[in-house]
């Protein structure tokens, strides 16, 4: 199912296997003509981000690092690549596209302010960087709110990295601006989000998912992950093992927050970086496309 919403923002529903998700995608994308090309200017000009923010053979290192990557996941990891392997086949574009544009966005970081109160507030900014957000802008304004089973993940189109999630049974945000050295991130044996996925999926509960993070090692990632729990809300530094648990979290590039109206604290923030801000409250979901602009939309 595809409901199209106001301010270029798109709502799916989908059940079922996750490589037959990936095709019903695509058919809807196909059925409204869309673009598949832009998906790949996308990863071509964030190629060319990386490659101007590094030194030459810095830049080599890490082409060569992510391509090796992308056929470590697709040998080792095609389980967890499902969606967009039926996404890719149905759009008639290369696997390797949306697999390395998943790597290129954990390179530029997501910037964010994201907020949990009990179980009944569950608040994300997603921010990333000023060149990311400018090619999006230029070339795919549409973001995705995208049903999956039994969770939710907002997003761009092409791109299945699982940094916001909502669901009835936990939900969560990644906040990682990954000022990490490039040397250090070179040693992850995969990209973290590719890792991330494969916990998440094999998770029942928040406590499982904390826990499996938690055992994760070699992570070169400086990502914290927030969770908004049954009971308890958390925030778990991946790298260092921390453990924040409360009732309220705040983690945010503008710490501390002064506003109890999260409806409207994009509005009230710096905004030249946003791609989406989403307010799950009370079972119901609201999301505004950046992009466009600020209005938030109510999904369900």
Aim: with cysteine.
């Amino acid at each position: 199912m595809e409901t199209k919403l106001q301010n270029q923002l798109y709502y799916y529903q989908f059940e079922g296997d996750e490589y037959d998700i990936g095709k019903q995608y695509g058919k809807l994308l196909r059925k409204r003509n869309f673009d598949s090309n832009k998906i790949e200017q996308v990863n071509q000009k964030m190629w060319k981000v990386i490659e101007g923010r590094n030194p030459s053979l810095l830049f080599k290192i890490l082409e060569k690092k992510i391509l090796s990557w992308v056929k470590i996941i697709k040998q080792d990891y095609s389980e967890h690549i499902l969606i967009q392997k039926g996404l890719a086949e149905e759009l008639k574009m290369n696997l390797d596209i949306l697999l390395e544009l998943e790597i290129l966005i954990e390179l530029s970081g997501i910037f964010c302010t994201i907020y949990a109160e009990n179980k009944n507030k569950f608040y994300r900014i997603a921010d990333t960087s000023i060149e990311h957000r400018q090619i999006l802008k230029e070339t795919l304004q549409e973001i995705h709110v995208v049903k999956i089973n039994d969770y939710i993940t907002v997003t761009s189109p092409g791109l299945y990295t699982l940094h916001s999630i909502f669901s009835e049974k936990f939900s969560f945000a990644t906040y990682a601006n990954n000022q990490i050295p490039k040397k250090e991130f070179l040693k992850n044996p995969l990209p973290f989000y590719i890792r991330f996925k494969k916990i998440f999926s094999s998770s029942r509960n928040e406590h499982q998912f904390i826990q499996q993070i938690i055992e994760e090692k070699d992570v070169y990632f400086d990502v914290e992950i927030i969770i908004r729990g049954q009971s308890k809300n958390y925030n778990i530094h991946a790298i260092n093992k921390t453990i924040q648990e409360s009732n309220v979290i705040e983690r945010s590039d503008y710490t501390p927050i002064k506003t109890n109206d999260l409806m409207n604290l994009h509005k009230e923030l710096p905004d030249y970086n946003r791609i989406f801000a989403a307010y799950y409250y009370n079972n119901k979901l609201y999301v505004s496309n950046s992009l466009v602009n600020n209005e938030m939309i109510e999904i369900f």
